[in-house]
């Protein structure tokens, strides 16, 4: 998909399942079943992607997967599945890692920022994916990922952020601020507290990719909020503040959690909004 100067593409690491209760927080479970099932350990399954941003001179991720360092139990538990592996997923573009410039985190929770490092073969060593990227997120959300709490320990791996500090690949922001020229972030919190979505504007359009304040288009339901969500009423005012600016807009959004596509226009209105596929 073209927007502006920017060649725009939905890439996609695998699927991982996560309890629905966790999914969907206090919506009961007779309404999200009608709409996600569940297996018979009440787990709902989450499309894993990211996206990859192209321009004359910069390759660009918005978010890396969870990566392949997890443990066998780990995978267990969320019954991941991959279908590829970095260098896989970005051989059709004709680039390898290497060749990535700039990888945001919405925030550091291990579905977004563990594919940004591997274990090197013998696994003495936990190095860069992108060894030639900057990784742009921000200070606040460093700060709150480097000192866990009994509440998010179990949503930060260090192995996933830690290497990318000793190797001096971090870059730290702190508020709005446009990165690169068309590339826009801005601090939601709600998930987290540093929480931070990213637009892409080229031309007349805008892609928009909100995190995990709208994991799939099901939270399009602006009470339909992950239980995971360490600030819920902040989602809520994001989610209303996103929607009166984008609905029936010339905005595309990306679900990094949906199992169907991942870029989708919205229409409808505020009470019911539907994100339409337009891949
Ligand atoms: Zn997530």
């Known amino acids: 998909m073209k927007i502006g100067q920017f060649e725009v593409d939905v890439l996609i690491e695998g699927t991982m399942k996560i309890d629905g209760g966790s999914a969907f927080g206090i919506v009961p479970k007779p309404l999200w079943e009608k709409k996600a099932s569940p297996d018979e350990k009440n787990r709902v399954k989450l499309g894993l992607r990211q996206l ?41 573009f004709g680039l390898s890692p290497k060749d990535i410039t700039h990888v945001f985190f919405t925030h550091l929770h291990f579905d977004h920022s563990g594919g ?48 990318l500090q000793n190797e001096g690949k971090l870059r730290l922001v702190s508020g709005d601020q446009e990165i690169l020229e068309g590339i826009r972030v801005r601090i939601s919190g709600g998930h987290t507290r540093f929480h931070q979505i990213i637009i892409i504007e080229g031309g007349n359009s805008q892609v928009v990719c909100p995190g995990d304040i709208f994991p799939t288009s099901l939270h399009l339901h ?20 996103l929607l009166s600016k984008y609905l029936n807009a010339e905005a595309l ?27």
């Not at 274990?119 to 990784?135: R, Y």
């Not at 602006?222 to 503040?241: G, N, R, V, Y």
């Not at 199992?259 to 891949?279: F, N, Q, W, Y």
């Open 52 to 92: 990859l941003i192209r321009s004359r001179n910069a390759n660009i991720l918005i978010d890396t997967g969870i990566g392949q360092k997890v443990s066998k139990r780990f995978r267990e538990i969320f019954a991941i599945e991959y279908f590829s592996n970095w260098i896989d997923r970005l051989k059709p």
């Open 116 to 163: 940004a490092t591997f274990a090197v073969a013998d696994g003495s060593e936990i190095v860069p994916t992108f060894p030639n990227a900057d990784h742009i997120l921000q200070s606040g959300e460093w700060n709150e990922a480097c000192v866990p709490n009994e509440r998010t320990r179990a949503s930060y791996f260090f192995e996933d952020f830690l290497p």
């Open 222 to 241: 602006t009470a339909w909020e992950s239980a995971f969500d360490q600030f819920p009423q902040d989602t809520l005012e994001c989610k209303k503040i």
């Open 253 to 279: 959004f990306f679900f990094g959690h949906d199992l169907e596509d991942g870029l989708k226009r919205l229409i409808g209105t505020m009470e019911k909004p539907v994100a339409v596929s337009c891949e």
